[in-house]
């Protein structure tokens, strides 16, 4: 008897994502869980530079401005609750001192420009098509940063600016990169404050422009996060206890859709090797001084200098 209805996911038979693979991550926090799952098992990732973007405007103006090399200065910023913040970033570059904030932007211009030159593949996960236009400088912003609502007009993008947002993303990632691989996903967060149909007609315009993208373009995929949350695992019990993000088993269960499509045979291999010395490095012994823990830890210290000779880039 089956308790389920599967998506039937295709496997990838080129372009696997292994150890060799540079991985970038841009857009909303689902990025960041598959991101801190790639982290875990040491692959080479590097992930929202700018913090968490949710629509594609915002993932759009990062790239530009990264390719292009801006130098934020203080008319980037804006002041706000004693803290500097800028329009194109997520409070967690915000800072009380505006230098530490243009310090944070401008490294963040200088490693991302480099990441997204040397990435074999950049995974962009989309949250919304809703967003917010700064009525002051008529330009769409990725945070409010808390600035009172009645300084924006809150927009719904229609499928064909995303389209378009979509198309001049992989036009500028190609003009630098000619190899990536670029992967979208939808997060399978709803964004219930925007209310219930709206938050659905949102998801439908990003899922619907992606595919209109991809259609006509080589080496861009589509991975269905949000379609494995609502039909795979249509149950609040994988949802967190606001019932809108998933929770940990969910995000396990998306990860290992996930690694079965995307990853080479060899990678999974070097995955259960590292996943047995990151167990053993958060292991407790009852007796740390006893023989058979300190043969314990030479036997770990052994795998790791196994995984290292043939990935020097990890370190635990």
Same mark, same amino acid.
């Given at each position: ?32 869980? %598959? ?21 594609? &405007?915002? !993932? ?8 292009? =090399?801006?130098?934020?200065? =203080? ?38 420009? &480099?990441?997204?030159? =040397? ?30 609502? &009645? ?28 190899? %990536? ?72 269960? !998306? ?32 007796? &740390? ?17 196994? !995984? ?5 880039? !990890?370190?635990?």
């Amino acid at each position: 008897m089956q308790f389920q209805t599967k998506i039937p996911l295709k496997k990838q038979t080129r372009n696997f994502i292994d150890y060799n693979s540079k991985i970038l991550l841009l857009g909303s926090c689902f990025s960041e869980n %598959i991101g801190n799952k790639l982290s875990y098992y040491k692959f080479q990732t590097y992930q929202n530079p700018f913090g968490i973007l949710f629509h594609p &405007k915002a !993932i759009e103006n990062s790239i530009t401005n990264a390719i292009n =090399e801006k130098v934020y200065t =203080e008319e980037d910023l804006i002041f706000q609750n004693e803290r500097w913040h800028c329009f194109n970033a997520h409070s967690s570059l915000s800072a009380p001192d505006k230098n530490e904030l243009l310090n944070n932007l401008n490294s963040a211009i200088l490693s991302t420009n &480099k990441n997204l030159k =040397e990435a074999s593949h950049l995974i962009i996960t989309l949250g919304t098509s809703w967003v917010y236009r700064f009525i002051e400088t008529d330009t769409i912003v990725a945070n409010c940063h808390k600035v009172p609502q &009645k300084k924006f007009l809150k927009e719904l993008l229609t499928v064909d600016e995303i389209s378009e947002s979509l198309e001049a993303i992989i036009v500028l990632l190609k003009s630098i990169n000619k190899n %990536i691989h670029i992967l979208f996903t939808v997060s399978p967060v709803r964004h219930l404050k925007d209310g219930f149909i709206e938050n659905t007609q949102s998801k439908a315009h990003l899922i619907t422009a992606i595919h209109t993208v991809i259609s006509s373009r080589e080496n861009t995929y589509y991975f269905p996060s949000y379609e494995i949350m609502m039909d795979e695992l249509r149950d609040y019990r994988f949802y967190a206890e606001d019932m809108i993000h998933p929770n940990k088993t969910a995000i396990n269960y !998306i990860w290992e859709r996930f690694n079965e499509t995307w990853f080479s045979e060899g990678s999974k291999l070097t995955m259960q090797e590292i996943e047995t010395i990151q167990k053993g490095i958060l292991h407790r012994p009852f007796n &740390k001084n006893s023989a058979q823990h300190q043969q314990f830890l030479q036997n770990l210290a052994l795998k790791k200098k196994t !995984i290292q000779s043939k990935f020097p880039f !990890i370190s635990f």
